[in-house]
């Protein structure tokens, strides 16, 4: 594991990176691509008879994903406003469905989650690494999954990261303390080495990532690089120690792995059995 100074102070401006996604680039396809990216990782043709605690939702896309795909009750929450403002939007355009709540709320604040109880599917895209205490975060949210329920997270994984954890860093760290026209000048420092490796001729490719990034998750490349080069606080995970470290404090099994460009995602299942009704 590699870790960052774990300073909150200086967070990044997430909320604010997710609204202009969604002002700009919501759209029906989006919204779709996230729903069949979410039931096809669980392996899951819908999401009746479950419910959806999604943990740092952003924009909010993939918790109305789980409304479209059925989810019975759905609580999303986030840190930043912003972030909680535009996931409303989002419920405001599902209709305002009574099932799905929307909230501001620590994943760090565990009298916050206790109240909240225990949840058939616990998802954290890309959020627990983003709390300035990374281990504490997963086992908050490890906690709130119930008894043979799922757990859906993806982390910045440390097994794939290139030059290195601490090369990101320092260039967040630098993004972090610039004003807009340097982040705009890094962004394209950002696409031009790494996506373009310094060679004009693979832009038909950079056109393919940018087509792909949409595919994906339905998610927009830019607000991704923003995302990237900005997401402060920010820690890395070892893959096999997120496994060993699940397995061991609270016995979920691991039930596929996904390992990306820099998020690793991790399905696990709670292997504690549900308790019967003793009536
Ligand atoms: C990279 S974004 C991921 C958003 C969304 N899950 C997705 O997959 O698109 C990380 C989100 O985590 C939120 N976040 C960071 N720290 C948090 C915390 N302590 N509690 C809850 N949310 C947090 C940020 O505000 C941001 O919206």
Redesign the pocket.
Known sequence: MTSADNSASNRYE??AN?ASFIDRHYSIERRRVAGDKLLSFLGKESLEGMDFLD?????G??SLAAFDAKAERIHS????PL?VRTTGKLRHLAGEPPNWTVER????DVDYLEKLGTWSLVYS???LH??GAMWQ?IENAAHRVAPGGLFFIALYSSNVVKPSAQFWLDVKRRYNAAGPSKRRWMEYWYIWRFRLGRNPFRLPSLVKQVYEKKKGRGMSYMTDVR?WLG?WPMEFAEDQAVVDFLKERFDFELVRMSTGEACTEFLFRNANKPQSNPN
Not at 55 to 59: F, K, L, Q, T
Not at 105 to 108: A, F, Q, S
């Open positions: 997430f909320g997710w943990i740092g939702s952003g924009s896309l993939h929450f986030d840190f930043d972030s709320g620590d994943v760090l895209w890309g959020v983003h709390t975060a995302d997401g």
